[in-house]
């Protein structure tokens, strides 16, 4: 099979530049940081941050299966090339602020037994449309922001300088009912939403 490519009559073809840092940004999370419901891959809120900051993603988003286990946490820890910032954004798959509670401490230990040098960018859920005709819903998302900001605060107590917390409540904006495939999954929209709300966390985190 042949393939045929037009280029203009003054093209380049060059290799591409150098990331801007020579280590992967790392995301853990759910089908949401995977990108589900993207309409295409270039379009999952990790790859625009990838584009925008120009550094290299890995994206370890599990559809309904970020759970936060520990097993996990050491696979993600055996990455051979140390990580930039790790971006651990599960809460959504968990059962509950308690769930949550349990499984965050030890995620972020194991982490730290191996990148002990590592940031660490904690997020909340983004809101649902959901949340504003399910009460348990929204009381769940309020819950999994105050069992994170608790803990990254009991970490940075403890020593760690490098760990830190950001809530998604607003990422999505006023309209963040307008943001979603089904009420949960954002669309193209959405995506472009927590991108920019995020890129200049992570531009501070990576580049301070």
């Known amino acids: 099979m042949r393939i045929h490519a037009g ?8 290799p591409p530049p150098p990331f801007a840092i020579d280590r992967p940004v790392v995301f853990y999370g759910t089908s949401i940081t995977q990108g589900g419901c993207a309409a295409r891959p270039g379009m999952a809120y990790s790859n625009i941050l990838s584009r925008r900051l120009n550094v290299e993603v890995v994206n370890l988003g599990f559809s309904g299966n970020g759970r936060g286990e520990p097993e996990v946490a050491r696979a993600i820890a055996s990455i051979p090339r140390p990580a930039a910032c790790f971006v651990l954004d599960y809460a959504p798959n968990t059962s509950g602020p308690e769930h949550l509670a349990e499984t965050f401490p030890v995620f972020v230990r194991i982490l730290r037994e191996k990148h002990p040098s590592v940031p660490i960018l904690a997020l909340s859920r983004i809101r649902f449309s959901h949340d504003i005709l399910q009460p348990a819903w929204e009381k769940h998302r309020v819950g ?16 760690d300088r490098l ?23 954002p669309t193209d929209l959405g995506f472009l939403h927590i991108a920019d709300d995020l890129e200049p966390v992570l531009r501070g985190i990576l580049f301070r």
Do not use: W, Y
Not at 7 to 14: C, G, R
Not at 150 to 155: H, I, P, T
Not at 171 to 185: I, K, P, S
């Open 163 to 185: 760990i830190s917390f950001h809530s998604m409540a607003d990422a999505l904006g006023d309209g963040f009912d307008e943001c979603t495939v089904d009420g949960v999954h």
């Open 7 to 14: 280029l203009a009559p003054d093209a380049e073809i060059v």
């Open 144 to 159: 999994f922001e105050d069992v994170l900001r608790k803990a990254v605060a009991e970490l940075q107590n403890a020593g």
